[in-house]
């Protein structure tokens, strides 16, 4: 649908190509994902697509024709374009926006008015609340709607859209993206996305591109990039991130089992006894609970020297803070990072102790996954 | 509705018969015999008639040349030509207006038309900084998603970039109004008429009456243009 054959873009007056021999196919129907530090060459090849920018050396096809030589209006009229900027009129209401290229092309107006209708119910704007407003009445993630539906209102069969969730928040962009990617199965347009979020990229692509001062260094599924990553630079991309992104999917009971704690002491535990368990201890402390299981403290070596009392309550020192056993590893490794320690004390639901989760044990899950 | 027709018609009616008011009282009670000979119905109709020519024909020669070198200047090719413009325009706005009268009466002697070229001249600078100001502040990224969806130069400059810049180059056509009603009291310095022709004889023979209502009506004119523009304005921009 989509060929880029050996493209080259050299702006004048700069010593090194923006993009340098570039080949890219996009199927029909394909998201495929350019992802990439700032400045790589993303926005300017997908911006190569719709001529924005010309190429200084390759081809351009577009299902099989030479988009250079085609007229760069009427192509620009078939491709839907977004930015992360969004680049809404702000002297035209949301109608008059969305209804920019069917104006253009000179649609019939009930056409049009349908369309409009149609499109910014798609993408979750009430016609009837939205449509006479300005884009100074919307919040950020609905003009990123109204961009996405301005877009795709003429049914253009090809979508560029250059970090189009990029300006909002995480909650709502997560939030876009699954409504995109449900609107992207039923109309199935062949999209190029630009981001420089990896995570974005494996959520969005069914290709991803992964560039590289000016250079495509890989186009693969994202499996098989996650699988079989080309060279350092691609792993390192995805690798590190993926660790994150695997701390942030996984609850502190599901790995509270495997990890193995000594027991912790009751605070009526003679002296010798904790001792000894703090020898045994991989931490060299012992955590403390009273009678009903709740967390008191915790004992460390340096604390026994003070010799204030006989049994393990006269020696604890109070934990600041702990986690519920449903937090993710990432939240446990917050609590540790703030309490400035290398270990976090695990509570269930009843606020009874229910384990010790250490920086080793994180380490060993981030490791498994690599 | 009512508070349209308010806002459109009886503010300037209003203020319309606060002019003709002060004309009728000034001239049915003259403070003394030259006082009298000089205001009469007649003088200030025709100084009435001389002003508002002077006016409106430089603001209207001003305006048309002043917004259409703006857009020419506001070209991406001819940008910084523009931005040395603007900074001439800058410089030029500060020489004074009885300066720039007396330089083009060295030029090209004494009359209406000398005078009204030489308000229209001094009238262009802020019109025509203000459309290339108002053209070229237009964000990049509206620019670019219009051309990216699909419009060309000129659909761009029309649906997109004038309409931006309106507001600007209204403020810009109303700071020229505030420069010309000023200058154009002065026109008669060198036979250009108006209400300078009441306020300078009226100093010259020291009659305070003939001087307010010179300065006074001259005033009203100004206030009645920009208040017409204003609410031209706000009828068009509805979207800030
Ligand atoms: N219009 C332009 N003129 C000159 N250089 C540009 C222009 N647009 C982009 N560049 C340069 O090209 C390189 C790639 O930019 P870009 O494609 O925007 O990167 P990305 O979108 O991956 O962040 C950068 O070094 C940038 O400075
Ligand atoms: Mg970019």
Known sequence: MIKLDNVTKKFPGMKIPAVKDLNLEVKEGDVCVLVGPSGC???TTMKMINRIHEPTEGKIYIKGEDALKM?????RLDIGYVIQEIGLFPHMTI???????PNEKKWPKDKTDKKVDEMMTLVGLDPKIYRKRYPSALSGGQRQRVGVARAMVSDPPIMLMDEPFGAVDPITRARLQNEFLRIQERIEKTIVFV???IDEAIKMGDTIAVMREGKLIQHATPGDLLSAPADDFVADLVGRNRSIKRLHLIRIREILDDVNRIKPAPEDMPLDDVKKRIEDSDIRSVIVVDRDNKLKGIIGVNDLKRKTGEVAGDYCQKISDSVTDDATLNDALSV???????????VNEDDQYAGTITLGDLLNVVKEDN | MLQNLYKLVLVPLFLVIVGVVIVIYTVNNPTDGLVARMLTYDNVIRALREHLMLMLVSMIGAITVGVLVGIMLSRPSLYYLGRGVENVVNVGQTIPSLAILALFFTWLGLGFRVAVFALFLYSILPILRN????ITSVDDSIIESAKGMGLNQFRILTRIELPLAFPIIIAGIRTAIVINVGAATLATFIGGGGFGDL???GLSVRRDMVIVTGAGLAALTAIILDYVIGQIEIRVVKWT
Do not use: Q, S
């Not at chain 1, 007229?71 to 192509?75: A, D, G, W, Y």
């Not at chain 1, 540790?336 to 695990?346: D, F, N, Q, S, T």
């Open chain 2, 131 to 134: 459309t290339f100001a108002g």
């Open chain 2, 199 to 201: 306020i300078v004889t």
């Open chain 1, 71 to 75: 007229n760069p209006i009427n192509l």
């Open chain 1, 95 to 101: 109608e008059e926006n969305v209804a920019t290229v």
């Open chain 1, 195 to 197: 981001t420089h979020d």
């Open chain 1, 41 to 43: 060459g993303k926005t």
């Open chain 1, 336 to 346: 540790m990072l703030e309490m400035g320690e290398g270990y976090v004390a695990v």
